[in-house]
């Protein structure tokens, strides 16, 4: 969606601006999302994607003791995991039944805050998303994408590789992710700039309020 500061502005007054956040897990799309509910006066709607597809898989979650992203991303596994390439594939058609299933109301301004791996997802899912949300990438900047890989191991959260993963010979687990993981960022950065229609710096948003969130946003805008 193409909007100029003019149209955003009114748009945000009126109710009806729709925003999507995208960038890899771990980057703050989620904290930008909660600082735009927390004022009220901002009138925002959080659609968490995270949740939307936690909720689509809960036949595959039940009994096994797995719940919220961590439960998802423990379902998951690892890309080295042998169960990983149905578990990665099952995730990919749930979220994109739950993209296409979003529904942009009227009278309530929404942000959608997408999972990393939205662009992963069918053309078709992301022209619609594009059509009808701003979206705003949340740029990984090199002093945290070393961090953006110990908050992985840590504390994991459901990763879509795709062919980003592989493993040399005599190569351990947690070696090959850390060689891998590099490229994985690079390999997205280059489709969440293709897709969005604006990019802020992950450094540029610390400690920020919904209000200097959808400052930042504007003043990217073209007059």
């Given at each position: 969606m193409k909007l100029s500061p003019t149209e955003f502005d009114r748009k945000l007054r009126e109710g009806r601006l729709r925003l999507s956040v995208v960038g890899m897990s771990?980057?703050?799309k989620t904290r930008r999302a909660k600082s735009l509910v927390a004022?009220?006066?901002?009138?925002?709607?959080?659609?968490?994607?995270?949740?939307?597809?936690?909720?689509?898989?809960?036949?595959?979650?039940?009994?096994k003791g797995f719940k919220g992203v961590n439960g998802v991303a423990a379902w998951m596994g690892q890309p080295y995991e042998a169960?990983?390439?149905?578990?990665?594939?099952?995730?990919l058609q749930f979220e994109e039944s739950a993209m296409a299933e979003i529904v942009f109301s009227v009278g309530k301004n929404i942000v959608v805050?997408?999972?990393?791996?939205?662009?992963?997802?069918?053309?078709?899912?992301?022209?619609?998303?594009?059509?009808?949300?701003l979206i705003v990438y949340l740029e990984a900047t090199e002093d945290v994408k070393k961090l953006l890989f110990e908050r992985y191991i840590s504390n994991p959260k459901p990763v879509i590789w795709g062919g980003?993963?592989?493993r040399k010979h005599g190569e351990s687990d947690l070696?090959?992710?850390?060689?891998?993981?590099?490229?994985l960022l690079e390999y997205r950065a280059v489709r969440y700039r293709k897709?969005?229609?604006?990019?802020?710096?992950?450094?540029?948003?610390?400690?920020?309020?919904?209000?200097?969130?959808?400052?930042?946003?504007k003043k990217r805008l073209p007059q």
């Open positions: 771990n980057v703050g004022d009220q006066s901002l009138n925002f709607v959080w659609l968490h994607g995270d949740d939307l597809v936690e909720a689509k898989l809960q036949p595959y979650l039940e009994g169960r990983y390439p149905e578990t990665q594939k099952l995730f805050d997408t999972t990393g791996s939205v662009i992963y997802l069918p053309q078709n899912v992301l022209q619609r998303l594009k059509e009808s949300t980003s993963f592989s070696d090959a992710l850390r060689r891998c993981y590099p490229q897709l969005a229609d604006i990019t802020i710096p992950h450094n540029v948003l610390r400690d920020t309020s919904g209000r200097q969130f959808l400052n930042e946003i």
